[in-house]
């Protein structure tokens, strides 16, 4: 049976080119990046190149950029860093949507070191509104975290408009999640403190990200060890990775310019597609980003339909690949507040460039074929 990939927002495969230099790479290379004989000279010498191009491509500082194992980490790093830095204060501002490698961050805050966390609402397009930035907003808030595109909604935040409120009014810092926005919609990182990506989204290597720190923000590293990433994450750099992942982002967002229309058009033919069907509820919002489109049928929980799907060769999810194994409700359409029944039978699809409107077509008839078997449920 021939499987068909809708799950792009989860990961993506690796770009052959990637491929072929980072095996090209490890053919030739395994020396320590920080040693002080000729090949270590010279891996380090590539991997400040490589940090180079990363940061003219984020229009950002050379030294500005962290190499991690993935957004993760980045995003872990980010919140923990800002405010072991900055003791005095103790409030964290963030939204009711985000990834669990935030929410989990913050909690831990809460739970081991007494920080106060405020999330913020969204509304029923799961977007948070500029109003609520400014009545939470403290004297004492350290950092504001706020997720540039939702991984299960494709909900696009107010970036802009949050980050340049934060840095007149305030003494916090502001990081924002750019997993899913990188290469699919256009920021200015002029009012973003920290940013944080990972490589596997970019059709890179697994265990390979970054966190973009800006040279005036305080932070303290979450790994101890060497003076490795200037001092802020120690430990022996994973420099071919590193390496690679220049060229990853290169060609991920040149391609992602090249492929927009296309994966407009998978998802515009997808959402006509669904809207015809009595019963489906389309839970993403209409001006969400182009790869993603969530959606429900409220008498089949996730479950089912996700693995009728999967019978039938299309790979998608339920909500985020992160909290799969939950059996608990997306906090995401909670706070966008759809329901139990709706939460509980979501659907996401998320396209890439090699999707094809023929797959799309399947995609509604089997849909149909499951609903229509499975729907007395």
Do not use: W
Not at 57 to 62: F, I, K, N, R, Y
Not at 192 to 201: G, R, Y
Not at 222 to 245: K, M
């Amino acid at each position: 049976m021939r499987r068909v990939d809708f799950d792009s927002a989860s990961t993506t495969n690796l770009n052959t080119e990637v491929l072929k230099t980072y095996i090209s790479l490890l053919e030739k290379n395994y020396v320590n990046s920080e040693a002080l004989y000729d090949e270590g000279v010279a891996m380090h010498l590539k991997l400040e190149k490589a940090r180079a191009v990363i940061a003219s491509l984020l229009q950002v500082e050379t030294q500005e950029i962290i190499f991690t194992s993935g957004a993760s980490e980045a995003n872990s790093a980010a919140i923990k860093g800002v405010c072991f830095a900055g003791k005095e204060k103790k409030h964290i501002l963030t939204t009711s949507i985000e990834h669990s490698s935030i929410r989990n961050a913050v909690k831990q805050m809460a739970d081991v070191f007494g920080y106060e966390v405020t999330y913020l609402p969204v509304n029923k397009e799961s977007v948070i509104l500029l109003e609520d930035v400014k009545k939470a907003l403290r004297e004492d808030t350290a950092i504001v975290s706020v997720m540039a595109v939702n991984n299960e909604v494709g909900s696009i935040q107010p970036i802009q408009e949050v980050g340049e409120f934060v840095k007149k009014h305030s003494h916090a810092y502001f990081h924002v999640d750019l997993t899913q926005a990188i290469g699919k919609i256009d920021l200015n990182m002029k009012y973003i403190d920290l940013a944080s990506m990972s490589a596997h989204k970019m059709n890179g290597l697994k265990g390979s990200g970054l966190l973009v720190k800006k040279r005036h923000v305080p932070f303290v590293p979450l790994i101890n060890g060497g003076e490795q990433e200037f001092g802020l994450r120690g430990g022996t750099a994973n420099a071919l990775a590193d390496l690679v992942l220049a060229k990853t982002l290169r060609l991920y967002l040149e391609d992602q310019k090249k492929n927009l229309g296309h994966i407009q058009a998978l998802k515009e033919r997808m959402v006509h597609g669904l809207e015809a069907l009595t019963g489906v509820y389309i839970n993403s919002p209409v001006n969400s980003i182009a790869n993603i489109v969530n959606f429900s049928y409220p008498k089949i929980p996730s479950e089912v339909m996700q693995n009728a799907l999967n019978q039938k060769g299309f790979m998608v999810s339920a909500k985020s690949t992160c909290d799969s194994k939950s059996t608990e409700p997306s906090d995401v359409l909670m706070a966008m507040g759809l329901g139990r029944e709706i939460a509980l039978s979501s659907i996401r699809v998320s396209f890439h460039s090699d999707n094809t409107l023929e797959e799309v077509d399947t995609f509604l008839k089997v849909y149909k074929e499951v609903i229509q078997q499975y729907g007395s449920l």
